[in-house]
């Protein structure tokens, strides 16, 4: 379904054919092929493919390690705890096996060497549970049917082809797809959308979850499942900051939960978002605007501030709605969250000839850097080029300068960003 929307090689920018999910760039020689039923459009496709597998064996040893502490807690513990540990240990084996399995399948091996990742699992296993496994409750808020029912009530006309960035597990990308020509869920994390591509294809998938406050049952196995999509939906997994798409390709783009935790540079984000648009497409935002905890005070937005730098960017927004919700609340947990949701629709201005920004790693020192054609011209400068191999961030490099050149700590990493955007100002084309 890639084939249907102008999609350009996420390494240098050329615009790329993608056939049965398989890709090769004329331009620059890079290839990608899908992980199992889900579309990959990295921009380094096999050091994104280890970064994906160290983070599922790290993830895999993790949980491991946890039920073997159960079962030795269940030995020595007292007895009367016994039967829950079981219950316990139990469910975190068939969570390992299940999982390895699965994504053994989709070609995620797990491996033994190690290095820098940046795909963890744990933080969307929640969301992929409340997408797709969690029933409509009676005590409880159907978190998915309220953040829908929001985002239409911004919604007016057709929505077009549509992106939605930062998808997770798609549900809200799934709920939308019914009313939309075409809709891309993107993320960068390949595991919730291999568990929603997986549902889309009619598979009843096990999914356990293990509450840290359990209402009751230690571990909970749920069976996740649902119809078939109506439409044209399709999962990639992709860089939303440096989307994989021409110019002006879609009529309608979504950020759900987005716009705080990812960009960090929102005004950038901006920029992305006009470029992805047609004149007159529309850019939906949900979400809370809670930041990370390293984010600068400048960066931390307010929603007023929100409205104000997208007008400037050149949208026209309309009036946003705030509605206090209940967030991550498992049904078989004593614990959860209640957030203020806010949503807006905006529309881009109709002036044409949106510029694509910058790559976001250029701004960011925990970005991993793809290769491109730098041409130092100082040993200095070669040393830093050749650490350049897709997976390294300015971070890493640095810190791997100084461990091995005995470069000084101090500024290691500020040095370094600053050749590396020398660099890429003077790559060759
Ligand atoms: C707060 S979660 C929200 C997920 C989903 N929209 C939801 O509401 O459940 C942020 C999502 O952004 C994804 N993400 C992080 N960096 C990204 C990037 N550079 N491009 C695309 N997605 C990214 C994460 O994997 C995660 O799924």
């Not at 949503?343 to 290769?371: K, Q, S």
Request: charged share 20%.
């Amino acid at each position: 379904m890639l084939d249907e929307v102008p999609v350009v090689c996420p390494g240098c920018y050329a615009s790329l054919v993608v056939e049965a999910e398989v890709w090769a760039c004329a331009s620059c020689g890079r290839a990608g092929q899908p992980l199992g039923p889900l579309a990959t459009l990295y921009a380094e496709p096999a050091a994104e493919h280890a970064s994906i597998e160290v983070g599922a064996t790290r993830h895999l040893r993790r949980a491991t390690e946890t039920a073997d502490g159960v079962q030795r807690q269940r030995a020595s513990g007292p007895a009367v705890s016994r039967a829950r540990l079981e219950v316990l240990g139990e469910g975190l084996r068939r969570y390992v096996a299940g999982l390895g399995q699965r994504w053994q399948a989709a070609g995620i091996a797990l491996r033994s060497d190690g290095g820098p990742t940046r795909h963890d699992p744990r933080p969307t296993e929640s969301q992929t549970l409340r997408d797709w496994a969690w029933p409509a409750h009676a005590t409880w808020s159907n978190e998915n049917q309220q953040a829908h029912a929001q985002l239409m009530e911004h919604v007016h006309g057709d929505l077009g082809r549509v992106l939605v960035l930062g998808a997770g597990a798609a549900r809200l990308a799934y709920d939308l797809h019914a009313d939309a020509k075409l809709t891309v869920a993107l993320d960068l994390s390949p595991f919730p959308l291999l568990a929603a591509s997986s549902i889309w294809r009619g598979e009843t998938l096990e999914m356990w979850e293990f509450p840290p406050v359990p209402l009751d049952e230690p571990a909970c196995r749920w069976q996740a499942c649902a119809p078939p999509p109506s439409g044209r939906l399709v999962a990639l997994a992709a860089d939303g900051l440096d989307p994989p798409f021409e110019a002006e390709s879609f009529d309608t783009v979504v950020t759900p939960w987005f716009i705080d935790q990812i960009p960090r540079d929102l005004p950038r984000l901006l920029q992305v978002l006009r470029y992805l648009l047609v004149p007159g497409g529309r850019w939906l935002n949900l979400g809370p605007l809670i930041y990370p905890a390293d984010s600068a005070m400048a960066a931390r937005h307010s929603l007023a501030e929100v409205v104000q730098l997208a007008q400037t960017a050149g949208f026209d927004v309309g009036a946003p709605s705030s509605v206090r919700v209940e967030y991550l609340c498992s049904p078989v947990s004593t614990q959860g969250r209640v957030e203020v949701v806010h949503a807006f629709g905006a529309r881009r201005d109709d002036r044409g000839g949106a510029e694509r920004p910058p790559p976001a790693w250029l701004g960011r020192p925990d970005l991993p850097i793809p290769r491109f054609g730098a041409k130092p011209d100082h040993p200095v400068k070669a040393l830093v080029a050749d650490a350049i191999d897709g997976r390294r961030s300015v971070r890493d490099i640095a810190e791997h300068l100084v461990r091995t050149h005995g470069m000084p700590p101090d500024d290691a990493a500020t040095g370094v960003q600053l050749t590396i955007a020398d660099l890429y100002a003077r790559r060759s084309p």
